[in-house]
Nanobody
Framework: QLQLVESGGGLVQPGGSLRLSCAAS????????IGWFRQAPGKEREGVAC????????YYADSVKGRFAISSDNAQKTVYLQMNRLEPEDTAVYYC?????????????????????WGQGTQATVSS
């Protein structure tokens, strides 16, 4: 069964950066699409970014566009979320989620219902 493990969270000052990682293991399909989501205290889950198996660029929520960047390392089976110019409003538990396929996907979505597998999350706190 596919397993996802997030890492890279921590405490950072406003304006700083964090790089989150999502490592996949136990793949039974040749391709997968990864989405990053976050949930802040008292708020609903929000889709942040996603990257498809057949694409070479990501899709982003308006709230993070221009500050966050998603990328993948196929050799390491890892997807990254580079978060720059962080704001206190970015404080949340960040989750990665996967959708697997035997064919290439050329698009992805930020709705959680589209994904089947979820990691346990990593905490990112932005505070002075």
């Amino acid at each position: 069964q596919l397993q996802l493990v997030e890492s890279g969270g921590g405490l950072v000052q406003p304006g700083g950066s964090l790089r989150l990682s999502c490592a996949a293991s136990g793949l039974t399909s040749p391709y997968y699409t990864i989405g990053w989501f976050r949930q802040a205290p008292g708020k609903e889950r929000e889709g942040v970014a996603c990257i498809s198996s057949g694409g070479d660029y990501g899709y982003y929520a308006d709230s993070v566009k221009g500050r966050f960047a998603i990328s993948s390392d196929n050799a390491q089976k890892t997807v990254y979320l580079q978060m720059n110019r962080l704001e206190p409003e970015d404080t949340a538990v960040y989750y990665c989620a996967a959708r697997t396929s035997y064919t290439l996907d050329f698009s992805c979505g930020l709705g959680g219902d589209w994904y089947t597998y979820w990691g346990q999350g990593t905490q990112a706190t932005v505070s002075s």
